[in-house]
Each structure stands twice: as C-alpha cells, then as structure tokens.
C-alpha cells in the first residue's frame, strides 16, 4: 500500500470535552462531536502493550484508530467505537503527510452519562 493507505470499514464518533454549566450554576463536563454523523476509520488493536514515554510519562496505548487527516483532532478528546469509550493519548500525523491520522487510545474507565452528551451544531 501506498504511504498509510489503509481499509477504513469502520465507524466512530469523536468527541471534545467541554464545561457546560446547569441551572444551579454547577460545571458539568459534557462531550460534544467534532463532526457530523460518524467518520470512517481503520481500526486494531494493538498487538501488545506498546508505551509512548513523553517526560518521563508512560501511557498505555490499546488501540490504534486511523481516519482521514483533519486539523482538528488532539490528544484531549475521546472517541466512541461500538459504545466503547478510548482516550486519546497521542496523534501521530504520519510523517507529515496530509492524508491520515493515527489516533493512539485507551480505554476509558466509565463511559459519559448520555444526558451529558450534546449534539454535533448546537
């Protein structure tokens, strides 16, 4: 295949983190879509434990979601794949081409309430 052309047969949903506040005037953490519908991606998990040290930080990569390159996307923001939720730990451009992102992710501990969910637009 040609420089990061990969089969993208699945769908996910990515997600940002954003503080909304109730009427009590409490901040609620709530996830908002970065896009419309679902993007395509290429997805694997990882063959084994594979650590990216950053400062003398390790983080544990399980997954491996590639979609279309977007300049959008960074290391705080969250993607569903079949009601699970994953972190995203590190995107990797892929040498600088425009044409892929490599989202490297792990599994969240609890997935959002979806009352603190809001629709892609509003």
Not at 33 to 49: C, D, E, F, M
Not at 101 to 118: F, G, K, V, W
Request: glycine letters at 4%.
């Amino acid at each position: 295949m040609a420089k990061g052309n990969v089969l993208k047969d699945k769908k996910i949903t990515i997600y940002r983190k954003i503080i909304t506040v109730d009427d009590w005037g409490n901040q609620i953490s709530s996830y908002q879509p970065i896009h419309p519908g679902k993007l395509w991606a290429y997805v694997r998990q990882l063959s084994a434990t594979e650590y990216f040290a950053a400062a003398q930080v390790q983080n544990k990569e399980e997954m491996l979601f590639t979609v279309n390159w977007r300049p959008d996307i960074t290391p705080q923001m969250y993607i569903e794949y079949k009601g699970v939720w994953y972190d995203i730990k590190r995107v990797d451009t892929f040498e600088g081409y425009k044409e892929n992102l490599h989202l490297y992710a792990s599994q969240t501990l609890r997935s959002p309430d979806p009352d603190n969910i809001i629709p892609y637009g509003q």
